[in-house]
């Protein structure tokens, strides 16, 4: 992540999940991510695993140069690429598993913006998990585009943010995601560490039962 909001919003998702592989959707604060909520959104899934957006922050709608709740998610990617970008969102919430996404946006005089994505799962309740908790940031400020609205976007790279080791100093400016699973409140460090090292035997052992998790595209 380079982002600062991508961290930013990482960091509270991993917050308020706690222990659990993704936070319940009644937890999320809006409050808690105010200066953020303009380039945030909320996709949820649909019965042909077709996320779609329930919610689009008041910046990434500007960007679009349209609203765009209710849309699908692929309609803000180009057509012939339009497959990966729903197959990685659906795989998100399938495995439980988040996301990061660069992609460049496109004007149609040529323009073009670096953006960074993350995809957070999210559960609707304990054994649902059909919410995304997402943000679309540019590498620049929007004012570079002039007027122009975004085209479309086209997938540059994507990876999945699999367990990350325990943190115990502050992170850096822009930290990778493996440095961002923050000390709990109300713990001391010796609990704290064997609640940690349990944690990851437990991923080690799920891992050689589980392959599919390595597979986020799979519909199977």
């Given at each position: 992540?380079?982002?600062?909001?991508?961290?930013?919003?990482?960091?509270?998702?991993?917050?308020?999940?706690?222990?659990?592989?993704?936070?319940?959707?009644?937890?999320?604060?809006p409050s808690a991510v105010s200066h953020i909520l303009p380039e945030l959104f909320i996709l949820e899934n649909t019965a042909d695993n077709n996320p779609r957006f329930r919610l689009a922050?008041?910046?990434?709608?500007?960007?679009?140069?349209?609203?765009?709740?209710?849309?699908?998610?692929?309609?803000?990617?180009?057509?012939?690429?339009?497959?990966?970008?729903?197959?990685?969102?659906?795989?998100?919430?399938?495995?439980?598993?988040?996301?990061?996404?660069?992609?460049?946006?496109?004007?149609?005089?040529?323009?073009?913006?670096?953006?960074?994505?993350?995809?957070?799962?999210?559960?609707?309740?304990?054994?649902?998990?059909?919410?995304?908790?997402?943000?679309?940031?540019?590498?620049?400020?929007?004012?570079?585009?002039?007027?122009?609205?975004?085209e479309f976007l086209a997938l540059d790279r994507s990876r999945l943010l699999y367990e990350r080791p325990a943190r115990l100093v502050d992170v850096p400016p822009h930290p990778d995601p493996?440095?961002?699973?923050?000390?709990?409140?109300?713990?001391?460090?010796?609990?704290?560490?064997?609640?940690?090292?349990?944690?990851?035997?437990?991923?080690?052992?799920?891992?050689?039962?589980?392959?599919?998790?390595?597979?986020?595209?799979?519909?199977?």
């Amino acid at each position: 992540m380079r982002q600062k909001t991508s961290t930013e919003i990482f960091t509270y998702w991993e917050h308020i999940r706690g222990n659990a592989d993704a936070p319940l959707r009644n937890l999320i604060q809006p409050s808690a991510v105010s200066h953020i909520l303009p380039e945030l959104f909320i996709l949820e899934n649909t019965a042909d695993n077709n996320p779609r957006f329930r919610l689009a922050g008041t910046a990434i709608c500007n960007l679009m140069g349209r609203e765009i709740r209710g849309e699908n998610f692929a309609a803000l990617w180009a057509g012939s690429q339009q497959d990966d970008p729903v197959h990685i969102a659906a795989g998100v919430m399938k495995h439980v598993v988040p996301a990061s996404i660069n992609a460049t946006g496109y004007c149609i005089s040529g323009r073009s913006m670096a953006f960074e994505l993350m995809l957070l799962p999210v559960r609707t309740s304990s054994d649902t998990c059909d919410r995304l908790l997402g943000c679309l940031t540019p590498s620049a400020h929007p004012s570079s585009l002039g007027n122009e609205r975004l085209e479309f976007l086209a997938l540059d790279r994507s990876r999945l943010l699999y367990e990350r080791p325990a943190r115990l100093v502050d992170v850096p400016p822009h930290p990778d995601p493996i440095d961002l699973l923050p000390l709990r409140a109300g713990s001391n460090l010796g609990e704290w560490i064997r609640h940690k090292l349990i944690q990851a035997k437990n991923g080690r052992d799920r891992a050689g039962i589980d392959p599919a998790r390595d597979r986020i595209g799979d519909h199977s």
